[in-house]
């Protein structure tokens, strides 16, 4: 049998971008989601600038705990080279409102709305009724009506139920069969990402290190190397 051999990846970098936010490899292992006909393994869930132009994440999910306001999903689209995905309410913010959001979000650019768990089945029909993009709906834990939530319309869901994420994926997983698909919140330990791949997520969102996570470490690092000198 013809043995099989790993490719070089050949290698580019920046000379000034050296504070990078890179994935986990361990996201690499998921099928993706094609949307659009641009697979997606990894969404990095962050609504801070800065760290949206300095990541090598095949997406955006950009979802916060306020209000919804179209001047942030302008800038969040205007800096991102990548898909975004973009909240549009479920709490607070429903009904008309989110509707009218969530179209504003598609003729911006958005690759998808993300509606977060509350929010209605019937606003996801009308708001799913009404774009052509996916409406990503989230499931926070085992007694959200996943089911409800896909038969008014949402296209993939976001499982985001913390530690019991994986659990609660392979439990959806089970009752929705293979096919469709699911994005979830892998956490910030690397068996933790695979072990929620292996229950049944084809997509991870990863929140990556703040800014001033990153800039501490950095000047930690310019501190030591003055020390050395």
């Known amino acids: 049998m013809e043995k099989k051999t790993n490719k070089y990846i050949p290698e580019v970098h920046s000379k000034l971008r050296k504070s990078f936010i890179k994935v986990p490899e361990e996201i690499y292992r998921a099928s993706g989601i094609k949307i659009f006909d641009k697979r997606i393994k990894s969404l990095l869930f962050t609504t801070d600038l800065a760290i949206i132009r300095n990541s090598n994440a095949d997406s955006i999910m950009a979802v916060y705990p306020y209000t919804p306001q179209n001047t942030i999903t302008s800038a969040i689209l205007d800096v991102a080279n990548v898909p975004c995905f973009v909240g549009v309410g ?7 409102r989110s509707k009218y959001i969530a179209i504003e979000a598609e003729l911006m650019g958005a ?8 929010m209605p089945n019937k606003d996801i029909e009308s708001i799913a009724e009404f774009l052509d993009i996916p409406v990503i709906a989230t499931v926070s834990s085992f007694d959200n009506d996943y089911m409800g939530k896909i038969e008014a319309g ?3 869901l976001n499982v985001a139920g913390g530690k019991y994420t994986a659990d609660l994926v392979r439990e959806i997983r089970k009752n929705i ?3 469709f698909p699911i994005i979830a919140s892998g956490g910030k330990q690397n068996h933790h990402i695979l072990e929620t791949i292996e229950a049944g997520a084809n997509a991870i969102s990863y929140t990556p290190p703040s800014s001033s996570e990153v800039f501490a470490s950095m000047m930690d690092a310019y501190r030591n190397r003055r020390d050395d000198e």
């Open 90 to 96: 479920g709490g607070t913010t429903q009904g008309l």
């Open 111 to 118: 690759y998808g709305v993300v509606v977060n768990s509350p």
């Open 154 to 156: 949402a296209e993939i």
């Open 177 to 179: 069969g293979n096919e």
